[in-house]
T-cell receptor
Framework: KAGVTQTPRYLIKTRGQQVTLSCSPISGHRSVSWYQQTPGQGLQFLFEYFSETQRNKGNFPGRFSGRQFSNSRSEMNVSTLELGDSALYLC????????????FGPGTRLTVL | GIQVEQSPPDLILQEGANSTLRCNFSDSVNNLQWFHQNPWGQLINLFYIPSGTKQNGRLSATTVATERYSLLYISSSQTTDSGVYFCAVEPRGAGSYQLTFGKGTKLSVIP
């Protein structure tokens, strides 16, 4: 069974631009979560989607948004990029019940210049 | 929100030595997972262990949910064990569906 895939793997943008990251979950998984990892803040939860609905959202500004499609694939968007948005963005998938194991993709490394 | 503390923050071992990593959490949890982050950043699942004990080769883990801690044991360490180990928990309660991570333990195994 294929794992979680994320595209692109690396991205360089300039301040003020916007970016869209994509995540394809493990086949059969209906929940997709997004996390941001920075050296200063560690791993922080962004949001979680299940059956195209956002069930939970972390403490991030409205510039960070996401969506999930009917095939469970998910995208996250960051608008008006800031230098501090440079980070590793990780996507995780699970079956979607409260105590399910989560599996992570390889991540997208975003650099904002 | 729930607090997750990992200790020690850094650990240097000689190849072949054993080690114990600890994770303390401040509230009841539905889920507890241990991960190893590889040099390219991917989180590799080690254990899904909200309670009890599990073993996988040279690695084993124990979670005592009533006392709110989990331990990861690495025996006969190898240089390939180097990296950052994270503990992550899903708090019990409505509206969760998120993992809260500790700051990690950076393990360096030297030949």
């Amino acid at each position: 069974k294929a794992g979680v895939t994320q595209t692109p793997r690396y991205l360089i943008k300039t301040r003020g631009q916007q970016v869209t990251l994509s995540c394809s979950p493990i086949s059969g998984h209906r929940s997709v979560s997004w996390y941001q990892q920075t050296p200063g803040q560690g791993l922080q939860f962004l949001f979680e989607y299940f059956s195209e609905t956002q069930r939970n959202k972390g403490n991030f500004p409205g510039r960070f948004s996401g969506r999930q499609f009917s095939n469970s694939r998910s995208e996250m968007n960051v608008s008006t990029l800031e230098l501090g948005d440079s980070a590793l963005y990780l996507c995780a998938s699970s079956l979607g019940q409260r105590d399910n194991e989560q599996f992570f993709g390889p991540g997208t490394r975003l650099t904002v210049l | 929100g729930i607090q997750v503390e990992q200790s020690p923050p850094d650990l240097i071992l000689q190849e072949g030595a054993n080690s114990t990593l600890r994770c303390n959490f401040s509230d009841s949890v539905n889920n507890l997972q241990w991960f190893h982050q590889n040099p390219w950043g991917q989180l590799i699942n080690l254990f899904y262990i909200p309670s009890g004990t599990k073993q996988n080769g040279r690695l084993s883990a124990t979670t005592v949910a009533t006392e709110r801690y989990s331990l990861l044991y690495i025996s006969s360490s190898q240089t390939t064990d180097s990296g950052v180990y994270f503990c992550a928990v899903e708090p019990r309660g409505a509206g969760s569906y998120q993992l809260t991570f500790g700051k990690g333990t950076k393990l360096s195994v030297i030949p």
